[in-house]
């Protein structure tokens, strides 16, 4: 705040606030000049206009499209002339012998209907494809010929891609590719395919409704095993992935609650009279939170290995040093009167600590614990895409192999639901056990304690 | 207040009734602490069992790795300041990464908060969405982001700051809105009341009131944002953790370049935060006359 002086003249006062103004002008206009200045300058250092040419649009889309869709292959070989299903062409979603969905049918000339009039045939010698509006696209392939190609007259089309050895075909309904060797047709799906159950299960494709009356007649235990089994969700991995994560934040931050409490008192003015030992525990506090997590878990992981237990044990060297800093400045705050007060009906030390001080940095202890609980799950994420271990390792696989991004996506969905669920778990309890230390009790219409209703 | 004309008996009953809470309180308090106890034990032998190694042998092990890398830093003391010269670039675009994403984080999440604080949103039938977006922004960790964005962007500097403004959005945004809580709403009535416009009304009403908490929350987060970026870089997005998985990978021999980035690492870290300190405490107590 400026103050002025009473004895001033008019002028002098105009002059004044004119000066005053013009700082507040300048600030007002060039505090966001700067900010600009330096995006502009971040824009050209990082290259933003050359990223456009270097992205991989296609790698997007596939992304995008992969992520809530699923592609069936049919194959045919063309040596040995069998036709074969599979789900994203994997081999644990391959359709069992004798077992094909409704719109293949096999016999001599397998017939798959793409639907909206799109049929792909695979004859004897010949690959049919029957697209509406455009007419009927031939291909024979040969072992010596590679693959002869009969296209309706007119120019070819964008969408195939005709070569001596190759053709493709790519509508909205499907794509069809014929090589030398074989032929083979995706037909594209919406969802998540065999999520539940895969094909070699017997609940496969039954209703949600007939799966809960097969529950309910005593099969309940083997459906839950084919669905916790299923090969390719590996649901039973990703739970334990969850739990791992989980298990690193919960152990770390916990761990370093009760490393710091103890080392916190050594750093603190009021009880610890020796300067040296401040000093140097102070600096010890320093030097754990400066050499970052990242730095932590490399050596860590040199020395246990990838796994859960390192990034617990990463986590907790960190956050002692960010616990130890804020216990110590909490522990410098506490009412030297409550202390007295213990002392003076002839408690001894141990009685002052539990009675005097601990009470007094109960809440702040607690409310930082938690926090760091929900942001340490956080962490474990990361931490565990790096040393290998818990959900991050699961969703740094999936997306390393460059072809699940339907797995991708349903990590991305339950990381997001992990850390939410533990922020709410968080400040549930925080809110439970800080109003259970009768602060709050005392004022129930505090806004703060409303403040934190909200998640 | 006890009534001190009471009778004995009552006097008695007060004491059994004090008796019988504390003892209660002490049941309980054991209870959660037996529990609290076995959850950790549990906790750590699960985690020691699904381990690669186990703990009981790598802690003596945890050494090694440093000396290691000291030892050879020390016998190549003199390539040390060539190697923080060559590294410098690297850590110049760590800090402007973080710079960059706790700028635009800044600005994000200024706008959700203003629009998810009653009395401040533009559209108050939508404070609700404002917040589950801000909730979700704060739950993404960045290096989902910055991992699908890799794919698409290639590596680099950009996927990294997306993915870290993104994070911070969400997380200014809910302290923010905390703080705008707390402001009064007497500023922007008169503004509306001579006409103002809404980002006239939040830029001379609540920002002036707001300012100080806002900075001090961005450059808390400016802290957590190098050390987040330093980690990203670890999977690709440029930067000096990139150079420290290099290092690394190079194995034996190039020891001495990684102690160079964890020195360079080190001391960013630790300057950042002493000069980050006493700023928020200026902010936070006010220039010390």
Not at chain 1, 52 to 62: C, F, L
Request: proline fraction near 4%; hydrophobic fraction near 50%; aromatic fraction near 10%.
């Amino acid at each position: 705040m400026s103050s002025f002086a009473t004895d001033l003249s008019t002028d002098a006062l105009k002059l004044e606030a004119g000066r005053l103004f013009a700082r507040k002008r300048l600030l007002n206009f060039g505090l966001p000049a700067l900010v600009l200045i330096y995006l502009i300058y971040i824009f050209f250092a990082f290259d933003v206009p050359g990223l456009y040419d270097g992205a991989s649009w296609k790698n997007g889309r596939t992304l995008v499209s992969d992520s809530y869709s699923y592609k069936t292959h049919v194959t045919r070989d063309n040596r040995s002339g069998v036709v074969s299903v599979a789900i994203e062409g994997e081999r644990m979603g391959a359709y069992p012998e004798g077992m094909t969905p409704d719109w293949v049918a096999l016999g001599d000339t397998a017939v798959v209907d793409l639907e909206g009039g799109h049929v792909v045939r695979f004859g004897a010698g010949t690959v049919e494809y029957d697209i509406p509006g455009y007419g009927t696209v031939r291909a024979t392939p040969n072992r010596s010929a590679g693959v002869q190609a009969e296209l309706p007259p007119g120019a070819v089309p964008a969408w195939i891609n005709v070569s001596k050895n190759r053709l493709a075909i790519t509508t909205d309904a499907g794509r069809l590719t014929v090589t030398r060797n074989r032929a083979e047709v995706f037909r594209y799906f919406a969802g998540w395919e065999l999520f539940w159950f895969t094909l070699d299960s017997p609940y496969h494709g039954k209703s949600l409704l007939e799966v809960m009356r097969l529950a309910a007649s005593g099969e309940g235990g083997a459906i839950w095993r084919d669905f916790w089994n299923n090969a390719m969700w590996r649901h039973k991995d990703v739970a334990w992935a969850i739990f791992e994560t989980i298990l690193m934040a919960f152990l770390g931050t916990l761990g370093a609650g009760i490393v710091a409490l103890p080392l916190a008192f050594l750093a603190t003015r009021n009880f610890n009279p020796f300067r040296s030992v401040r000093f140097a525990m102070r600096r010890v506090f320093d030097f754990v939170r400066g050499v970052d997590a990242l730095i932590w878990t490399v050596v860590l992981a040199r020395a246990f290995g990838p796994g859960p237990l390192t990034g617990a044990l990463a986590i907790l060297i960190t956050d002692t040093g960010t616990f130890g800093k804020i216990f110590s400045e909490a522990l410098e705050n506490v009412d030297r009167k409550q202390i007295e007060g213990v002392q003076s009906t002839g408690a001894n030390a141990p009685q002052r600590y539990r009675f005097g001080v601990i009470p007094q940095i109960t809440p702040v202890l607690l409310s930082q614990l938690l926090y760091f609980l929900e942001s340490n799950t956080r962490s474990a994420t990361i931490i565990g895409a790096i040393t290998g271990g818990g959900i991050g390792l699961l969703l740094t696989q999936a997306i390393i192999t460059q072809k699940d991004w339907e797995e991708v996506a349903y990590y991305i969905v339950l990381i997001i639901l992990m850390v939410m669920l533990m922020d709410w778990f968080s400040g549930w309890l925080r809110r439970r056990l800080i109003r259970g230390e009768g602060r709050a009790r005392r004022r129930p219409r505090d806004p703060k304690a409303r403040r934190f209703l909200l998640p | 207040m006890t009534d001190l004309t009471a009778g004995a008996a009552r006097l008695a009953r007060i004491r059994e009734d004090y008796t019988a809470l504390t003892r209660r309180k002490r049941v309980y308090g054991s209870i959660l602490l037996i529990l609290f106890v076995a959850l950790m034990a549990a906790g750590f032998r699960t985690a020691d069992a699904r381990n690669a190694g186990s703990f009981a042998d790598g802690w003596r092990r945890i050494l090694d790795y440093p000396s290691e890398v000291l030892a050879e830093a020390w016998a190549e003391i003199g390539q040390l300041p060539a190697h923080l010269a060559h590294f410098l670039p690297a850590l110049i675009e760590t800090l402007n990464i973080a710079a960059a994403s706790t700028l635009i984080g800044l600005i994000a999440g200024t706008f959700l908060a203003l629009m998810s604080t009653r009395g401040m949103a533009l559209w108050p039938a939508l404070i609700p969405l404002f917040r589950r977006i801000s909730d979700i922004c704060r739950a993404i960790p960045e290096i989902v982001i910055a991992l699908v964005l890799i794919f698409v962007l290639g590596g680099g500097p950009v996927p990294a700051m997306i993915a870290i403004a993104i994070h911070t959005a969400g997380a200014l945004g809910k302290l923010f809105s905390e703080v705008n809580e707390n402001a009064s709403l007497k500023p922007v009535e008169g503004l509306q009341s001579v006409g103002a416009n809404w980002s006239q009304r939040m830029y001379l009403g609540v920002i002036p009131q707001v300012g100080p908490n806002y900075v001090s929350y961005a450059l808390l987060r400016f802290e957590i944002n190098i050390r987040a970026s330093a980690i990203l870089g670890f999977v690709g997005a440029g930067g000096i953790g990139y150079e420290l998985r290099n290092a690394m990978s190079w194995g034996q021999g190039r020891y001495d370049e990684a102690a160079a980035i964890f020195l360079l690492l080190f001391v960013t870290i630790v300057v950042v935060d002493q000069i980050s300190g006493h700023l928020r405490d200026r902010l936070a107590h006010g220039v010390k006359a």
